[in-house]
């Protein structure tokens, strides 16, 4: 059995912050292990952009985003470990990891910290009836194998859940030509980013209904139709594919087996400083709370690896000021955006510089790039665009997740799209197409 | 080629004689509409092996049951396939009901069941602490068993025997010829030559024997929906607990049941509908399950559900007088000479079926063959193994063998490439997501699929050199990945 100060479970924004804050901290042996063969967890499969804006300053895509943790990680020479699944963890913090790299090997770490993340709520969580047909996937399995895999899924298709993930796929999906027919939210108001609202679904004509859940499913192979009731009638929509986007719950199955508890059968325990009921294991990022940015998950990994420091150095010493009170604010639904707040927009619009989403109008920009964006908004829609190409990368065959490097006319995408298709080709960090007479720089990662 | 025997339909039954045929001298072929074995009936039941005390004395039910019971340890060792004496518990909530379950004992009794006993409040609070009730028919014998691991272990050794087995094959004629030897033409326009042909259609037996000659039976399909609970609930519950069946109902009451894997089931409900493979589930039955279920044992209430499914009962009724045969009809058509006929295998049919394939080969094949035992019959199937319910040195073996078993492809199942890979080339060659699924218990967990189907995926496309539009979820018009069309 091997003895290590630290282990790390996940190397997504969390982990990978974590054992980055860790190691400057003066930890060395500690081990950050990661069940996936490569190192940003969820990142690498959000290739459009929104993230880093607090934790780097700047606006990144998620591959970037993890790319640039994982260099940090290099820098700093810390010990992680790909294709590694924690199986067993008990209460003496043993954990059994299992890889096909080195089979079954135990280790024995002073202090654990689990940043295993989420996983997605399904259609059966939400007992929906009808029948069970191929065709129904949670968003988050469908980006993995648009973004990823370079999988189709379906042509026509309609989402439930007006979550981030929901309205990022109904975009992603829309550029990669599906029609997505409608996106359904059971409650009265919109759940995820009000920028996402304007820049997945208005920017594609695509219309969101609210009070309105997927009663049924239809088609006994492959996906027919949804059902929905709508003033107390059963309305049927037409489609083949439906994605579910309604809710990530925090998957600590790994903390349970070592008998962590959990209130409400979701959220892990945690006192004051991340610790669970079990002295030395700690909680962070997704596997803790559902976080609405990554950058928070980073953040808050940093300071569960704070109180790890501490906990490793004097644990007498971190014992005090402990207090039983959960050290985060659960993330809440701003209640405002529902469809009067859509109707009473008219004049104004939402600003989607940022995520915190101001409304604005010609006599309030909000700030000086709300400025810029009013002025530029009122004559076109100009977007970065993000999307994968199909092309050899490295030496292999793969889906590359790319960024246009400047703004580009919404109506000009699907041309641009189909400009893409001819890449056969990436050797650099940049490429360039012609379009319009003019040369778009992308960028990988 | 003539064949000796040709089963029709590769579900428990049609397995189990398959298996029990390869033991002797025959030429067998089993044919099968859908992509897999266990697509049917016996996929989706509750996998309980009855003791015999809820069928009627002397029926072929109570006969068969209580006999397949005896069978099933050695089976199940033969073919490596897992077994749980969960044992059972029938609850009164009352002394009415008492009155049932003394009846219930009294013909458990004379079908021939042993360990039976009723038991008191203070008793049922021992064994299992959280479910409510007065009195208990408590049955020490009664089992649980995974049914379609069970039908695909007797198909793979039924093949390894010898047994032609060919899925996708759906028989739509058959002709009785002038040889005396049955023609059976297949959808694809093949056919196929037998001297015996066994109907083991299940819900479609009576359309199956439709097509040699008229009759009376008509299998009226009996819907049954069931929820499966998180692993979480099984620290509430060891046994499988049913209420006292409900009188002139079409079932044994909405029940719980532990499943090898560990979950609990909440089910069946008992609906007749139209359509022989409706398998809805609807918002009125699940609600009632709910209750019924939070009835027997309150603390489900804060258990998650993994998923709903269901089932279909093939109810038999006479097609004219419209009244129920109630009972198993095995035999030999009496009009078209060694056309064999299992219709209406309901319950007790999983438990049946061992007692049913020998009394086949015995008692009807052999009035008119010579049965001739093979010497060379192999006893012994392996399984998968599963690395979810092993022990640290025993997976570190199979690893040092093959690295994949070091390699966790499905996370909440803990099921591991060497697994994943295992089923993707199944001896059976049925290359479906739930093929993979029914033998691996990847896809089943609380993600349902969401982490690992795009890496099965993956697998299933660089292992069998496929695109992705071919990869099916159950039948041949699921297709998982769509929008390759134009």
């Not at chain 1, 901290?25 to 990661?34: H, R």
């Not at chain 2, 397995?15 to 266990?38: G, M």
């Amino acid at each position: 059995m091997k003895k290590i100060d630290a282990a790390i479970i996940g190397a997504g924004p969390a982990g990978m912050a974590a054992a980055v804050w860790l190691k400057e901290k003066g930890i060395d042996n500690f081990i950050l292990f990661e069940r996936n063969n490569r190192l940003g967890g969820i990142l690498n499969q959000c290739i459009h952009s929104g993230f880093g804006i607090d934790y780097y300053n700047e606006e990144l895509t998620g591959p970037q985003y993890a790319v640039r943790m994982q260099q940090r990680l290099l820098d700093l020479n810390i010990n992680y470990m790909l294709g590694a699944n924690v199986i067993d963890l008990n209460r003496n913090k043993e954990l059994t990891v299992s890889s096909s790299k080195n089979g079954i090997e135990v280790y024995k770490a002073g202090s654990v910290i689990i940043t295993t993340g989420c996983r997605e709520r399904t259609r059966e969580n939400l007992e929906i009836p009808g029948t069970r047909p191929a065709g129904v996937f949670t968003a988050g399995s469908a980006q993995e194998l648009i973004n990823i895999l370079n999988y189709k899924i379906g042509n026509k298709v309609i989402i439930q859940g007006s979550g981030d993930i929901g309205l990022i796929m109904a975009r992603r999906l829309s550029i990669e030509g599906y029609e997505v027919v409608k996106l359904f939210e059971r409650l009265p108001y919109l759940s995820g980013l009000i920028r996402n609202k304007v820049q997945c679904l208005d920017d594609f004509n695509i219309p969101i209904q609210f009070n309105t859940q997927i009663s049924g499913i239809s088609g006994k192979d492959r996906v027919e139709g949804v059902y929905t009731k709508e003033s107390g009638k059963d309305k049927f929509y037409k489609c083949d594919t439906v994605l579910f986007s309604v809710g990530l719950i925090p998957e600590v199955e790994i903390g349970k087996k070592a008998g962590i508890i959990l209130s409400n059968n979701f959220n892990p325990d945690v006192n004051s400083k991340f610790e669970t009921n079990i002295k030395g294991i700690f909680i962070a990022g997704n596997s803790l709370h559902i976080h609405d940015l990554a950058d928070n998950a980073s953040i808050e990994g940093e300071k569960v690896a704070d109180y790890v420091f501490d906990y490793l150095d004097n644990e007498k010493k971190f014992r005090k000021n402990i207090e039983n009170i959960a050290p985060y604010n659960s993330h809440e639904i701003d209640e405002k955006y529902n469809d009067d707040f859509f109707k009473n927009l008219k004049d104004g619009m939402v600003c989607i510089v940022c995520p915190k989403g101001c409304i604005i109008n010609k006599n309030n920009f909000g700030c000086k790039r709300g400025e810029v964006f009013f002025k530029k908004e009122k004559m076109h829609k100009l977007r970065r665009l993000t999307t994968t190409v199909f092309c050899e990368y490295n030496g292999v065959i793969k889906r590359i997740p790319v960024i246009s490097g400047e703004e580009i006319n919404i109506k000009e995408i699907s041309k641009i799209k189909e400009k893409l298709k001819n890449i056969k080709k990436i050797d650099s960090k940049s490429f360039s197409i012609n379009h319009n007479k003019k040369e778009i720089v992308f960028y990988t990662v | 080629m003539i064949y000796d025997i040709c089963i029709i339909g590769a579900g428990v039954i049609g397995t189990s004689i398959a298996r029990e045929a390869s033991k002797y001298d025959f030429k067998v072929l089993l044919l099968e509409k859908e992509l897999d074995v266990a697509e049917g009936i016996s996929k989706a039941n509750s996998g309980v092996l009855h003791a015999g005390f809820n069928v009627k004395t002397g029926s072929l039910k109570a006969k068969f049951n209580v006999e397949g019971l005896s069978f099933f340890p050695t089976i199940c060792e033969e073919l490596d396939v897992p077994y749980r004496l969960c044992k059972k518990l029938v609850v009164a909530k009352d002394d009415k009901e008492l009155i049932h379950l003394e009846k219930l004992y009294r013909q458990g009794i004379q079908n021939g069941c042993k360990g039976l006993s009723i038991i008191n409040r203070e008793k049922i609070k021992k064994l299992e602490p959280f479910v409510e009730g007065k009195y208990a028919l408590y049955s020490r014998k009664t089992a649980i068993i995974s049914p379609y691991e069970f039908t695909i272990a007797l198909a793979e050794n039924a093949l390894a025997n010898g047994v032609a087995i060919f899925l996708d094959n759906e028989v739509t004629g058959i002709i009785k010829e002038k040889d005396n030897n049955f023609k059976i033409l297949i959808n694809k326009g093949r056919s196929f030559k037998s001297k015996i042909v066994i109907n083991a259609g299940g819900l479609f037996s009576d359309s199956i024997f439709s097509l040699v000659e008229d009759h009376n039976y008509n299998i009226y399909p009996c819907r049954g929906e069931y929820y499966i609970l998180d692993t979480a609930a099984s620290r509430y519950l060891n046994m499988a607990v049913y209420p006292v069946p409900p009188i002139g109902g079409s079932g044994l009451g909405v029940h719980l049941t532990p499943t090898i894997n560990g979950n609990i089931l909440i089910g069946p409900s008992a609906d007749y509908i139209n359509d022989k493979t409706d398998l809805s589930n609807t918002k009125g039955v699940m609600d009632i399950l709910k209750k019924e279920a939070y009835d027997l044992l309150p603390q489900l209430k804060n258990i998650p559900f993994i998923k709903n499914y269901s089932g279909i009962r093939p109810k038999l009724f006479n097609d004219k007088s419209g009244i129920s045969f109630c009972d198993f009809i095995i035999e030999e058509s009496k009009k078209t000479k060694n056309f064999i006929n299992l219709i209406g295998i309901e319950s007790p049919g999983l438990t049946s079926a061992p007692a049913i394939a020998k009394y086949v080969l015995e008692n009807i094949i052999g009035e008119n063959h010579n049965l001739i035992k093979k010497k060379e019959f192999k006893i012994y199937r392996k399984g998968i193994k599963r690395t979810r319910f092993l022990r640290k040195n025993e997976i570190e073996y199979l690893y040092n063998k093959d690295n994949d078993f070091g390699e966790i492809i499905c996370r909440c199942e803990q099921v591991t490439k060497a697994e994943i890979l295992k089923a993707v080339n199944n001896p059976l060659k049925s290359l479906t997501l739930n093929s993979i699924k029914k033998r691996t218990h990847a896809m089943m967990g609380r993600c349902q699929g969401g982490f690992c189907i795009p890496r099965i995926s993956q697998i299933l496309t660089e292992e069998k050199k496929i695109q992705p539009d071919k990869i099916f979820k159950s039948n041949k018009n699921s297709m998982v990945y769509r929008g390759y069309e134009d």
